[in-house]
Each structure stands twice: as C-alpha cells, then as structure tokens.
C-alpha cells in the first residue's frame, strides 16, 4: 500500500483493520477514509493544491474500483460501490466517465512521476529567500 504525506498533509485513515487500500493503489495527501472503505489496485487518491483530489472524502463502506480516478472534492457516500476505470468526481460523487486503457496507463505514469517528484523535493529543495 502507497499513503504518503505531502505538505505535511497525511491521509486520515480509520484505524488497522478497518479499511483496506491495494499494494499498487496510491493514497497521497489531504484524502479522508472512512471505516470500512476500500480503494483497489491501480487507483490514486490525491489530495494536494496542485493536482485532484484534494479534500476528497470516501466515507464507510465505499469501494473504489480497479484503476479508478477521484477527483478533488470529491464525496463518496457510505456503501457507495464504484466500478473499475471510473473517473469519479463531485458531492455525491458520481461516475463521469469510464477511463480507457490509454488513460489508465497515464494516470499510472503520472502517479509514478507525481511520487518521484515528491520525493525528490522532500530531498533536495533548499529555502533559498
């Protein structure tokens, strides 16, 4: 499972046991989970000022779907159920559209590249004025 702090904003995650995020999904920032909540292999939850996701909130119970998108603000209801490649936005979120190979492979690239960078600012960024 990837959960990582970004702008000393971490994830709120309900405590062990209480929800499940996949190996290869990525939960980044200013995200809330609620109990029970799952987000499944190759999905990406961001919550930061750059990009989408910021704020979003997956309350009790919900399933976010293989390789699905969440956009910024967005609110998932309790036992609210999202299919694979879904790119869910808005409150109560909703499915705008499905994502096809081409863009799940994007979003896969530049979840990769967003980490990278994270890390490589964390380390090397010097205040400089």
């Given at each position: 499972m990837a959960v990582f702090e970004l702008d000393g904003?971490?994830?709120?995650?309900?405590?062990?046991?209480?929800?499940?995020?996949?190996?290869?999904?990525m939960v980044i920032g200013r995200v809330r989970l609620k109990a029970d909540a799952s987000v499944w292999f190759?999905?990406?939850l961001r919550g930061d000022n750059?990009?989408?996701?910021?704020?979003?909130?997956?309350?009790?119970?919900a399933k976010i779907g293989r390789n699905c998108l969440v956009g910024a603000g967005a609110l998932v209801t309790e036992g609210k159920a999202f299919a694979d490649n879904s790119l869910i936005v808005g409150s109560p979120a909703r499915v705008v559209r499905t994502l096809d190979a081409k863009a799940v492979q994007a979003i896969a690239a530049a979840a990769d590249i967003y980490v990278r960078r994270w890390q490589r600012y964390a380390r090397e960024l010097k205040r400089i004025g």
């Open positions: 904003a971490a994830p709120d995650l309900p405590r062990d046991g209480r929800y499940w995020i996949a190996e290869s999904a190759g999905s990406v750059e990009w989408i996701g910021m704020g979003a909130v997956v309350l009790n119970g």
